[in-house]
């Protein structure tokens, strides 16, 4: 397929962009910056500059492509965040305008909704505390971002709700539930190829899956 990648630059995009090129795609790495992507040349790779946010490039950005693969995101704070929202936004319609097919994946998380109990501690004192204080900003633009979504039947979108992202080496053998996660942790390359092999699988459309891993040994 024709990918496109967004978010590329991030810690979470590169290796989307890796797991892309590594399944046999042929990748957009979009980023908001000029400066070279921290990756070896490929001649299935092709950076592009384009800001969700504002629309600027976007449409060009997925002009053709079959598919778009969002790790779009920002850190937690007071101020209200727009960034999944309107950035899924601007994604949909410029998929409607110039896509070649409208398969989208995004990454939303698995402190979206109230989670899964998973840890008595955890679950009554720092997961609340994430959700509505820490991350609130955040977590309510990921709602309205699925929301869009989900009023947008002709798009043929799905939800990565992962646990608590973190680092690791390489792609584990995760897991994937549907809807919550049953476990706390995502590594960055499991969420990567769990959004990759989508691609391949339409049994998720229209709903959200949560890729997790076995804590990583580095």
């Known amino acids: 397929m024709d990918v496109t990648v967004l978010g590329a630059a991030g810690p979470t995009g590169l290796w989307i962009v890796r797991e892309a090129l590594r399944a046999g795609h042929d990748v957009r790495a979009v980023s908001r910056r000029d400066d070279p992507l921290p990756l070896p040349p490929h001649d299935r790779l092709t950076q592009v500059r384009a800001d ?3 629309g600027e490039g ?6 053709g492509a079959d598919a778009v693969l969002s790790s779009l995101g920002v850190a937690y704070t007071r101020h209200e965040i727009t960034i999944f929202s309107q950035g899924t936004r601007t994604v949909v319609d410029a998929l ?9 994946v995004v990454v939303s998380s698995g402190l979206t909704y109230p989670p899964t109990p998973l840890h008595p501690i955890a679950d009554r004192t720092i997961l609340p505390l994430l959700r509505h204080v820490i991350g609130r900003t955040l977590y309510a633009d990921m709602r309205r971002m699925e929301g869009l979504l989900r009023e947008s039947p002709d798009i043929a979108w799905t939800v990565m709700r992962p646990g608590r ?9 995760y897991r994937l539930d549907i809807g919550a996660p049953s476990r706390g942790t995502t590594t960055r390359p499991d969420l990567a190829a769990a959004m990759v092999a989508e691609l391949d699988d339409d049994a998720h459309v229209h709903q959200a899956v949560a890729p997790t891993s076995d804590r990583p040994r580095r």
């Open 52 to 54: 969700a946010q504002s």
């Open 58 to 63: 976007i449409e060009e950005a997925v002009a």
């Open 96 to 104: 409607r305008a110039t896509g070649r097919g409208r398969r989208l």
């Open 165 to 173: 992202l973190v680092d690791a080496d390489a792609v584990s053998d």
